[in-house]
């Protein structure tokens, strides 16, 4: 007989949120297991966030099913809200406090004990590398620093699942880097992470799996390297024309590749050898300002799927 696979700590089948009438999402089927890194990638107003509230229990669903930690968030909501921790899209720390009150602060939300408290802050503000800032205050730290306490403010409740809407938008690449290795760190410790980004490589960094939604459902489902897979090729030859000769100029290299995309900037021309692809443009006759061949990433699996860029 075989072994019985665990219960997931998210499950859904259906799941609806209606405003007024508008569907921001539409039918969602999802599965997350223990100890996964799980995405949701698309552009804005693709149903990420919608769903992400409905997870984090503080938006109710218009239908469906959704379980959390085997609760149900239409009665459970408190006890399942007790077990999460949440980094929001935007930063809600208390400026005026310092770095280490706004964790004591936000612990006693929780009814932890004060000792406790200040055990949990003192080991993550050190998690974080704040430890040598814990008594300033917020206001003047910088972004990253900022992104950095929100986190470690939603791990004071030792929390079973971490929900993280767009948790690197605005900040630079060496902050966003940091953030990334934390978070790394979390998912080696056992924390589930549950994330939404319309940044691709900070799906394929942190994420085991992943869906792409579009338009509020689910387009795609898979590891960021199945996806690009079943929806790529291996390889991807960018040309560049001067301006409007796009047109033109993908028309006579159309066949050259396994599939070919024409974006406002360059041509993409898709092939499994992307070298060999570019000596036979070249070969055409055809001479673009500038090429480039590359691996295929989770943006040409968004093209495929949506004909959108992520950032629309």
């Keep these: 007989m075989s072994a019985q696979l665990p219960e997931p700590l998210i499950h859904a089948r259906g799941l609806v949120k209606r405003f007024g009438d508008f569907v921001a999402v539409d039918g969602v089927d999802l599965d997350v297991a223990a100890g996964e890194a799980f995405g949701f990638l698309g552009p804005n107003g693709a149903g990420k966030s919608s769903t992400m509230r409905m997870i984090g229990c503080v938006s109710p ?17 408190p006890r399942i809200r007790g077990q999460l921790g949440v980094v929001p899209q935007l930063d809600t720390l208390d400026l005026e406090l310092t770095v280490r009150e706004n964790l004591l602060i936000y612990g006693r939300y929780f009814g932890l004990p004060r000792a406790l408290i200040r055990e949990r802050a003192d080991e993550l503000l050190e998690f974080v590398q704040l430890s040598d800032r814990a008594g300033d205050k917020v206001e003047p730290l910088s972004g990253g620093m900022k992104r950095r306490l929100t986190i470690a403010r939603s791990l004071i409740n ?40 319309h940044y691709m490589d900070e799906a394929e960094q942190l994420c085991d799996r992943l869906v792409v939604m579009d338009k509020g459902r689910i387009a795609a489902e898979g590891s960021p390297r199945e996806l690009i897979e079943r929806y790529s090729s ?25 599939r070919i995309e024409v974006l406002p900037d360059r041509v993409l021309l898709y092939a499994d050898d992307g070298d060999a692809c570019l000596d036979r443009v070249q070969t055409r006759g055809v001479t673009p300002l500038s090429s480039l061949v590359r691996r295929s990433t989770l943006e040409d699996v968004f093209l495929r799927l949506t004909g959108r860029t992520l950032v629309d």
Excluded: C, M, Y
């Excluded at 669903?61 to 909501?77: A, C, H, M, Q, V």
């Excluded at 291996?234 to 396994?258: H, Y």
């Design 61 to 77: 669903p218009s239908g469906g099913t959704l379980r959390i930690l085997g609760l149900d968030p239409r009665k459970d909501g």
């Design 234 to 258: 291996r390889d991807v030859v960018e040309l560049r024309f001067a301006l409007g000769e796009n047109e033109a100029a993908a028309e006579k290299v159309a066949d050259l590749g396994d």
């Design 158 to 197: 030792d929390p079973r699942v971490l929900l993280l809407d767009e948790p690197t938008t605005g900040l630079d690449p060496q902050a966003r880097h940091v953030v990334w290795d934390r978070l790394f760190r979390l998912k080696h410790r056992g924390v589930t992470l549950v994330l939404t980004t």
